[in-house]
């Protein structure tokens, strides 16, 4: 069964600092997908960033990026000059490809402060 | 707006009341999910639904029952509920690609006294 971890229940940075969230999963599939996705004080889910496991280079959106090594299973999620507003739960997540169900194994999540 | 909608967004009630939450997209998605989020902010899938058909019900007490009377609704049933019960229930939907993302709705925070 594929299980995802997040090993970082909380940071904190200050505003502009650059800060990396850790992730890291296990499965026997060549073929998946991984997502980051943001749940400020508001609670609502919000889609940061995806990562094909077929595609070597690592996705980048804007100030967010992610360092996939996909032979250590990690995918790592790298903000850079971040913002109050990236204050939120960080959550890894895994999609099997080939799952008709588009199921998602979350990680437990990372609580992210930045400080002003 | 296109959005997953769910309604009610706070819903206090007292142990031992049946309610629901009700769950609506209107983004055409076929499968569509019930996630609880505890205190500890763990994201659990309850159920999922592919065009009206349950596909996924993972173990959950049966005093929770989804209902989906069409593909573009999914609501949730709790009868008798519990203290354990409080939480925040998403909805969500998917639109059928692997690379998609999850489309949620703002959730609903249950509490149970």
């Known amino acids: 069964a594929q299980t995802v971890t997040q090993s970082q229940p909380e940071m904190s940075v200050q505003e502009a600092e650059t800060v990396t969230l850790s992730c890291t999963y296990d499965?026997?599939?060549?073929?998946?997908?991984l997502f980051w996705y943001k749940q400020p004080p508001s609670r609502q889910m919000i889609l940061v960033i995806r990562q094909e496991a077929y595609k070597q280079q690592n996705a980048t959106e804007n100030r967010f990026s992610v360092n996939f090594q996909k032979a250590a299973k990690s995918f790592s999620l790298k903000i850079s000059d971040s913002q109050l507003g990236d204050t939120a739960m960080y959550f890894c997540?895994?999609?099997?490809?080939?799952?008709?169900?588009?199921?998602?194994?979350w990680g437990a999540g990372t609580k992210l402060i930045i400080k002003p | 707006d296109t959005a997953v909608s769910q309604t009610p967004k706070y819903l206090v009630t007292q142990m031992g009341n049946d309610k629901s939450i009700k769950c609506e997209q209107n983004?055409?998605?076929?499968?569509m999910y019930w996630y609880k989020q505890d205190s500890k902010k763990f994201l659990k899938i309850m159920f999922s639904?592919?065009?009206?058909?349950?596909?996924i019900n993972e173990t959950v007490p049966n005093r929770f029952s989804p209902k989906s009377p069409d593909k573009a609704h999914l609501n949730l049933h709790i009868n008798s509920l519990e203290l354990g019960d409080s939480a925040v229930y998403f909805c969500?939907?998917?639109?059928?690609?692997?690379?998609?993302?999850?489309?949620f709705g703002n959730g609903t925070r249950l509490t149970v006294t």
């Open positions: 983004l055409g998605h076929d499968t």
């Open positions: 639904y592919n065009n009206k058909e349950l596909i």
């Open positions: 997540a895994f999609m099997r490809g080939g799952d008709s169900n588009y199921q998602l194994i």
């Open positions: 499965t026997s599939e060549s073929n998946y997908y």
């Open positions: 969500a939907s998917n639109p059928g690609h692997y690379n998609s993302p999850l489309h």
